[in-house]
């Protein structure tokens, strides 16, 4: 019960990771992109750019609200089937994500609904696929999620500076992309490993496949929701140049490959982990066979008796005793 309740509380931290991603996130469009979009419709290839992170916190709230409500301590709850409760939640997170995202760019009601269509329905898949009754799972898989957006706001910071290092074409972008999602894969699926580790120690393999691979497939769910919705976008405005819309598809791939990358990197990571750093069965049979020879020589040394003497002399004890008992039953017969 205390694993539980410990996991309940740190699910409930994520829900406020997850609102505080977004709610960042969506300050920082509103802040640089809802007026310039609204004023200069060229900057179209600009937004979608900026998409990937409303876009991911919108798949991630929805999957952590799934979780916490599949878990939730009402047996009514529990009755039902995980996909029906992770379904109705999924609505209900797409639906105050979509809202959210609809108020920052009330100013253009097209773009606005497009964002708030796409940002709802990953919410929704998010929900999906966090609705699973192996709960040490997706509680595994939502920790390392979370440090996949630490690595994505790490590298967000530091894209800049490393790109000014390296020579500024399409291989370099797809080079960099590659190489960020083979890091935060490693990172995420340690991080699977571990939590499982601590939380549910007797977690077998497909466990840690499948919390490896959570982080991915969040990050591969919402750039498929990003390119759904660049396409929408472009179709809003003729206006946009050559140049910023070759930045944003070369932008688009260097994602894609990323979360495709982080996607096999921390699956493959987790199992790696489970199959190199945990004791097999046999070095736990050689351990327990070693163990028991010193148990006796300890036993030898304190000069103890093995139980086996201390059981004869106990039964020659006693069949002294019954000697005595018949030698005086005759004595008192002949009396």
């Known amino acids: 019960m205390s694993v539980l309740r410990s996991t309940r509380t740190w699910a409930f931290v994520l829900l406020l990771v997850a609102f505080a991603w977004l709610g960042l996130s969506l300050q920082g469009m509103s802040a640089f992109l809802a007026a310039d979009i609204r004023d200069n419709p060229g900057?179209?290839?600009?937004?979608?750019?900026?998409?990937?992170?409303?876009?991911?916190?919108?798949?991630?709230l929805g999957s952590v609200c799934a979780h916490l409500a599949t878990g939730a301590p009402w047996g009514w709850i529990r009755r039902i089937h995980p996909l029906v409760t992770g379904g109705v939640t999924g609505i209900l997170?797409?639906?105050?994500?979509a809202a959210v995202n609809y108020a920052v760019f009330s100013a253009t009601p097209t773009i606005a609904t497009i964002v708030a269509g796409t940002a709802g329905c990953c919410a929704l898949i998010g929900a999906l696929l966090a609705s699973r009754r192996t709960r040490p799972t997706v509680f595994a898989g939502l920790v390392a999620t979370l440090v996949l957006l630490v690595l994505m706001f790490l590298r967000g910071w530091f894209d800049n500076a490393l790109l000014n290092l390296l020579t500024r074409t399409p291989d370099t972008y797809r080079w960099v992309g590659i190489a960020a999602g083979v890091i935060a894969g490693i990172c995420v699926g340690l991080t699977a490993f571990t939590v499982l580790r601590r939380g549910n120690p007797d977690a077998k393999l497909y466990t840690h496949l499948g919390a490896g691979a959570l982080p991915g497939l969040l990050w591969?769910?919402?750039e498929i929701g990003v390119r759904v919705?660049?396409?929408?976008?472009?179709?809003?405005?003729?206006?946009?140049?050559?140049?910023?819309?070759?930045?944003?598809r070369h932008s688009l791939d260097a994602q894609l490959n990323g979360c495709l990358a982080a996607l096999f990197a921390g699956a493959t990571t987790a199992v790696l982990a489970f199959g190199l750093l945990l004791p097999s069965d046999d070095e736990d049979d050689e351990n327990d066979t070693e163990a028991e020879?010193?148990?006796?020589?300890?036993?030898?040394?304190d000069g103890s008796e093995p139980a086996g003497?201390?059981?004869d002399e106990t039964d020659g004890t006693d069949s002294t005793a019954d000697e005595?008992?018949?030698?005086?039953?005759?004595?008192?017969?002949?009396?």
Do not use: N, W
Request: hydrophobic residues 45%; charged residues 20%; aromatic residues 2%.
């Open 43 to 60: 900057a179209v290839p600009t937004l979608v750019m900026s998409l990937s992170a409303t876009i991911i916190g919108s798949a991630f």
């Open 93 to 97: 997170a797409g639906a105050l994500a």
């Open 220 to 222: 591969l769910v919402s």
């Open 229 to 248: 919705a660049a396409a929408m976008l472009m179709g809003t405005t003729q206006e946009a140049d050559e140049l910023s819309i070759f930045a944003m």
């Open 293 to 301: 020879p010193a148990t006796q020589d300890t036993a030898d040394e």
């Open 309 to 311: 003497e201390a059981t």
């Open 324 to 335: 005595d008992d018949r030698t005086g039953s005759v004595e008192d017969s002949s009396r």
